[in-house]
């Protein structure tokens, strides 16, 4: 299995990736047989590069491909010395590198809802560092596009002045995610959204998933891989789902309005208590007792280490509130690929509907109203989604969506 096999529907930018592999791959072997040592610049023919922006809607696998490539580049099997691709996902270099244990590839993703200057000064001062491998050191950034304009200036001068062996792969939906003095010493992938087909096909076969279910899930969130897989696993995620759509019914009156928009709060604010209750008692307690919390002293902590607990406490804080408006948007997502499955329907178009599940609710919303207001119910999808991204109350945002959602 080569390490390009999880990446769906994207093969032109596998087959990018391949040939830079191999560029890299030379560039080492050449290093290593010089007497000096150290690689220098890559030629203005190679296809490798110190530093790579993934972009793509979301489900559309950057993270996979980064991770790929990160693999590819640490990739030690011997059929390459015969010709063979870097990146045969079997070798050491592979395996340690997709499992997220290898000592040059770092991964950066964030729950929270920025990256800062400290997390960024830290991964640049890793940067400096010359790769205990051999090959590459490796950073790959997942969201990229949570950077705050002062990470992003850090970054800028680690992007501008790499080290020799050091190649960063930052992941974002879009290029306009990414500060432009960034981009713009960046090599540019763009991945589009998978096939339906493909998705399904993927869930069969690396996650076992049943051929119909998996048909639904990659149908339901169109193409989205990571939300058809969490679809297809979670039977607590199909149930949130359903209840979503539910609610173009609900909305006939002032009263229904309201009483969904909270809901649609109460249901992201649960997933939020989910994940304290999954992760943050193992962090509190692994916390605590590396700050020699002794048992038999009522769990006091020694002097000096309240700070710690605080900042930990707070970077949770943060957390669920990037879990509530994750779980919100994924709502959102939902309900706008129902409405525009109403709108296929009122315009006659031959697109497959995503929601077949709810087919008798999308044709009695499409026969009850005009296309034109489904686009305004659409528009006001958007509108909540642009509030939240700018810290509007969630509360609020909702109630003026559902009552635009009846009002129309």
């Known amino acids: 299995m080569a390490v390009w096999d999880d990446l769906v529907g994207q093969d032109r930018v596998a087959a990018q990736l391949s040939a830079a592999a191999r560029d890299a791959d030379a560039l080492v072997t050449a290093a290593g047989k010089a007497a000096d040592g150290p690689v220098g610049e890559p030629m203005a023919s190679s296809k490798m590069t110190h530093a790579w922006l993934f972009t793509g809607p979301p489900g559309s696998g950057r993270a996979t491909a980064a991770r790929a490539f990160a693999a590819a580049l ?46 960024t000064r830290e991964l640049v001062r890793r940067a400096q560092l010359s790769p205990a491998g051999g090959r590459w050191q490796v950073i790959v950034m997942e ?49 589009r959204t998978p096939p339906v087909d493909a998705v399904a096909d993927i869930l069969v076969r690396r996650d076992g998933i049943a051929p119909e279910l998996a048909a639904s899930a990659a149908r339901a969130t169109q193409g989205h891989i990571g939300r058809a897989r ?144 489904t686009l305004r119910r659409i528009e006001a999808i958007t509108a909540c989604r642009r509030a939240l991204d700018s810290n509007v109350a969630p509360l609020l945002a909702v109630e003026a969506m559902t009552m635009a959602l009846r009002a129309g």
Request: aromatic share 2%; hydrophobic share 40%; with cysteine.
């Open 74 to 119: 640490q990739c030690v099997s011997p059929d390459r010395a015969l010709g063979g691709a870097p990146g045969c996902g079997f070798c050491d270099g592979c395996h340690t590198a997709l499992i997220g244990t290898h000592a040059d590839v770092e991964v950066v993703r964030t729950d929270m809802l920025t990256i800062g200057v400290k997390e």
């Open 143 to 191: 969201d990229a596009d949570r950077l705050t304009e002062g990470a992003g200036n850090v970054l800028l001068k680690a992007v501008e002045e790499p080290a020799p062996r050091t190649v960063w792969l930052l992941c974002a939906p879009s290029l306009e995610d990414v500060l432009p003095t960034i981009r713009s010493r960046c090599r540019l992938l763009t991945l």
């Open 230 to 373: 969490r679809l297809a696993t979670d039977e607590r995620a199909r149930a949130r789902r359903a209840a979503v759509l539910k609610l173009p019914l609900r909305v006939d009156d002032v009263g229904g309005c309201l009483k969904a928009a909270q809901e649609l709060i109460d249901a992201a604010a649960e997933d939020a208590k989910q994940v304290a209750e999954e992760v943050d008692v193992k962090e509190t307690e692994e916390l605590r007792a590396a700050l020699g919390a002794a048992a038999g002293t009522g769990g006091r902590l020694p002097r000096g280490t309240a700070g710690a607990m605080k900042d930990l406490q707070d970077r949770q804080k943060r957390r669920a509130t990037r879990t509530q408006r994750d779980s919100l948007d994924l709502a959102l997502t939902d309900l706008t690929a129902f409405y525009r499955d109403v709108l296929a329907l009122q315009l006659g178009s031959q697109v497959a509907l995503a929601n077949t599940d709810v087919r008798d609710a999308v044709e009695r919303i499409a026969s009850g109203s005009k296309p034109e207001r």
